[in-house]
């Protein structure tokens, strides 16, 4: 079954507001990623955070490893937030693959 | 910032016809990696490689062979194409020591 789920599967969000992204582990975690693909496809990583909170500007990733889940705060969205966020785990063995979640899609309207 | 790239960009294939994938990377690591995304869905795993000369397989590799002739390269065929195999294709690679992968563009593949 699916390893990895994300929630919700998709967001509209008024400019200015905020959102949590979620994303949860039927497995245990050996890490995780959060990376933000532009509407044209391209993957950019925004966190590498197997555990704790990192913030990188108006973005915060938290992850809680005996909880098995992992979060994406947006703070202030903008309409440049728009398009998909993917969450993925690193997998233990398989040359350290990531196995990725269905992905949340946002749309920050002005 | 690591760079990798892939070619083409873009396809349209007959069904049945042979496709030949291509990555690069020119930041010398050790892990590649081949995932597809069908519309609406996350990444898969196709084939992976971590060293030179070896490939190994991944999640979904049925229909498809992966190549890395050298560390640089990493390439993904499709002998036969079929319709199912229209997806965008994704290469990725990752230093031995550290822990972040990093993404080509991608290439957009149309069979028909």
């Known amino acids: 079954g699916q390893q990895v789920q994300q929630s919700p599967a998709s967001l509209v969000l008024q400019e200015g507001e905020n959102a949590e992204l979620q994303c949860n582990f039927s497995?245990?975690?050996?890490?995780m990623q959060w990376f933000y693909q532009r509407p044209g496809g391209s993957l950019v990583s925004l966190f590498y955070?197997?555990?704790g909170t990192k913030q990188s500007g108006r973005l915060t990733s938290t992850t809680v490893i005996k909880e098995r889940r992992s979060s994406l705060h947006i703070s202030s969205s903008q309409t440049t937030d728009s398009g998909t966020y993917l969450c993925a785990m690193e997998r233990g063995q398989g040359g350290r693959a990531l196995i990725f979640g269905t992905g949340t899609t946002v749309s920050v309207s002005p | 910032e690591a760079a990798v790239t892939q070619s083409p960009r873009s396809k349209v294939a007959v069904t049945g016809g042979k496709v030949t994938l291509s990555c690069h990377q020119t930041n010398n690591h050790d892990y590649m990696y081949w995932y597809r995304q069908d519309t609406g869905h996350g990444l898969r795993l196709i084939h992976y490689?971590?060293?030179?000369?070896?490939?190994e397989k991944g999640d979904i590799p049925d229909g498809y062979k992966a190549s890395r002739p050298s560390q640089e390269n990493f390439s993904l065929i499709l002998e036969l194409a079929s319709l199912s195999q229209t997806a965008v294709y994704f290469c990725?690679?990752?230093?031995?020591?550290?822990?972040?992968?990093?993404f080509g563009p991608g290439t957009r593949l149309l069979v028909l």
């Open positions: 955070n197997p555990s």
């Open positions: 497995t245990s975690l050996n890490s």
């Open positions: 490689s971590y060293v030179a000369d070896s490939t």
């Open positions: 990725a690679s990752r230093p031995r020591a550290q822990d972040t992968q990093y």
